[in-house]
């Protein structure tokens, strides 16, 4: 098993050790939007960007029990962790494979810490987080022949407008008790009136089972 970086021209940056464990961190993305005073909820918005961290070392002295390549392979510790740097400047995804195993994904290389410790000269300990990349694909848009595109991943809006109340006229049913179970106040009537005068008719009296009626 083997753990590589592969840049765009092709060309494999080999780990000359293998870590013990690789951490791949999952996350279902939410959008959280505050309503008013009915407070925060969630909107499921597809997938987080994946993590995936590791640990190991670049040693200082090839040792076939544990380094991955030939002796002419192995980097010397310094070259290979400027190397890690210039991976976490590129504006362009790598990729990370792992042999024998699925694991083949565009990245690119969120962070890495280095360490040196005391009693192993030369050798280069290090922390290393990368992060899946996803191609942002773009959709023609209706309407004009100026070619418009937009994201095709782009989040939907939330409708935070305030929906009508409407009410289902009942037998027996009067605007004063209508006005009075829904708002509170009977006499509140004539605003129900006012909103509903197309419906009703001329005469507030008159109105029947069935009407559906907008609240105030």
């Not at 791949?24 to 918005?45: A, C, H, M, W, Y």
């Not at 362009?92 to 009693?119: C, K, M, Q, Y």
């Not at 939330?158 to 006499?187: F, H, M, Q």
Request: charged residues 25%; contains cysteine.
């Amino acid at each position: 098993m083997e753990f590589l970086l592969r840049d765009g021209k092709g060309k494999d940056f080999l780990f000359p050790v293998n870590p013990e464990e690789v951490t791949i961190s999952r996350q279902k993305g939410l959008d959280t939007v505050n309503i008013l005073s009915s407070g925060e909820f969630d909107f499921p918005q597809g997938d987080k960007v994946k993590e995936i961290s590791f640990a190991s070392f670049f040693p200082k002295t090839f040792d076939e029990s544990f380094c991955r390549g030939s002796k002419d392979d192995l980097p010397d510790p310094q070259t290979a962790m400027n190397k890690l740097n210039e991976f976490l400047a590129l504006k362009t995804p790598l990729r990370f494979i792992i042999s024998e195993t699925a694991v083949n994904v565009p990245v690119f290389v969120a962070s890495h810490n280095s360490t040196f410790r005391g009693g192993e000269p030369g050798d280069v300990y290090f922390e290393i987080t990368l992060r899946t990349w996803r191609e942002l694909k773009v959709v023609k848009t209706a309407g004009g022949s100026q070619g418009k595109t937009a994201t095709a991943n782009k989040k939907p809006r939330v409708d935070l407008k305030e929906k009508s109340k409407t009410y289902v006229v009942k037998p027996g049913d009067s605007l004063s008790k209508i006005a009075k179970l829904e708002l509170g106040n009977s006499s509140a009537w004539n605003k129900i009136y006012q909103l509903n005068k197309k419906v009703i008719g001329s005469n507030q009296n008159a109105i029947k089972p069935g009407q559906k009626l907008v609240l105030p």
